[in-house]
């Protein structure tokens, strides 16, 4: 997926374009690196880890990375009248 920014909805959130851009950007480039490696970030729980599927049942936990990382399926649409894109 590329890497975008939503102005108008982080400026309808009342948060600072260039603080989340700035954040969105670092993670844009760690999710790469981790993709290299063959490892992805899974957010449950409302914990994060860094999870390796080696095929031996459940993936393997490398890492908490902590705070707030909510999971779910990821969808997202404008359907909701404000035309502003809306997670699930």
Known sequence: MSF???????EAAGKDVK??????R???NASK???????Y??????????????GKGGPLVLA??????DGGDGA????RGD???RGE
């Open 41 to 54: 970030v899974f957010g449950g729980s409302g914990q994060g880890t860094i999870r390796f599927n080696d």
């Open 76 to 79: 997202c649409n404008t359907y």
């Open 19 to 24: 603080a989340i851009t700035k954040i969105a």
């Open 64 to 69: 908490h990375i902590g705070h707030h990382f």
């Open 4 to 10: 975008e920014i939503n102005d108008e909805e982080i």
């Open 83 to 85: 035309g502003l894109l």
């Open 33 to 39: 690196e981790l993709d290299r490696l063959g490892v």
């Open 26 to 28: 670092k993670l844009h």
